[in-house]
């Protein structure tokens, strides 16, 4: 009788303590995203009621440069072991170039020097690519981020990029992978201090604070709130994960691919919907 007893109240705990979903909120983000050309994954979490909102969001998708996150994740952990130190100067050689997009760091003279925590703000701030394909070298490369990855229980996220055996998997998706559900997860695991250890998670949270790249779903938060963001971007796929420590705090994450537009100016498809989106969650987390 005990046992059951023990039993029914773990159960009530349980239930009450699981995520609900916000079904007002579900039929306005269903109506927003009806008519989008491409494939498009939502998850929002309310962190104040425990209420969540998610329109395939254990889809796997392309992570563009929010796969910078998982080597965030990959450096603090060697830091963590004293492997890596913060403020460590490290030398840029050319082996290190990388030619495609607009990189601050490829523009380095040979034999310059730099504190590894800058690298780390290019790779985060301006999604610098050089500084990323560095930092995943210094993390032990994909293999190493992989296996913390999965020992943190995150089984969708993952480095694709210069990964043997993970070359299909590239060809697929890219850089790297994961779902809008498990990158949100990430973000709030930062948040509640449980990857590596809390100074790593508070590190990681300021890290994350100093974006550059401001023009679509941070365009929507009023600039006195503090944002945790990290967003990519390819032809056919627009991402972006955020947390907004608003009057309700919350975490939301939107990811496309397949996108019919692929232009890369202000009023592409996904954008527009990125920034209708996060202002549509800034007004239902903040009206009264």
């Known amino acids: 009788m005990k046992k059951l007893f023990l039993f029914v109240f773990v159960l009530i705990c349980f239930i009450s ?7 007002r909120l579900q039929r306005q983000i269903t109506e927003l995203i009806k008519d989008f050309h491409g494939d498009i994954g939502i998850y929002v979490h309310d962190l104040k009621h425990n209420t969540i909102v998610g329109i395939h969001a254990d889809t796997v998708f392309p992570t563009a440069s929010i796969v910078k996150i998982s080597i965030l994740a990959g450096i603090m952990n060697k830091m963590q072991h004293g492997e890596l130190d913060y403020h460590q100067r490290l030398l840029y050689t050319d082996s290190l170039y990388y030619s495609e997009g607009d990189d601050i760091l490829s523009d380095f003279k040979d034999s310059s020097t730099i504190e590894l925590s800058k690298v780390m703000m290019l790779m985060l701030t301006v999604s610098d690519n050089c500084a990323s394909l560095w930092l995943q070298g210094l993390a032990g490369g994909g293999l190493t981020i992989n296996a913390l990855l999965d020992s943190l229980g995150y089984k969708n996220t993952r480095v694709n990029s210069r990964t043997p055996g993970r070359e299909n998997y590239r060809s697929q998706y890219g850089w790297g992978q994961t779902t809008p559900r498990e990158i949100a997860t990430i973000m709030h695991d930062i948040i509640d201090k449980k990857i590596i250890s809390p100074e790593a998670c508070d590190k990681m949270l300021r890290l994350l604070g100093r974006q550059y790249w401001d023009e679509e779903a941070l365009s929507q938060v009023p600039a006195g709130v503090f944002v ?14 955020l947390y907004v420590n608003g009057k309700t ?8 691919k397949n996108n019919k537009d692929t232009n890369w100016h202000a009023d592409n498809e996904a954008w527009v919907l990125t920034r209708k989106l996060s202002a549509l969650l800034w007004k239902h987390f903040n009206k009264g």
């Open 17 to 23: 303590s699981a995520q609900k979903t916000d079904n």
């Open 228 to 241: 945790a963001d990290k967003n990519g971007a390819l032809d056919a796929n627009r991402n972006e994960v």
């Open 249 to 256: 705090p919350y975490i939301f994450s939107i990811f496309t």
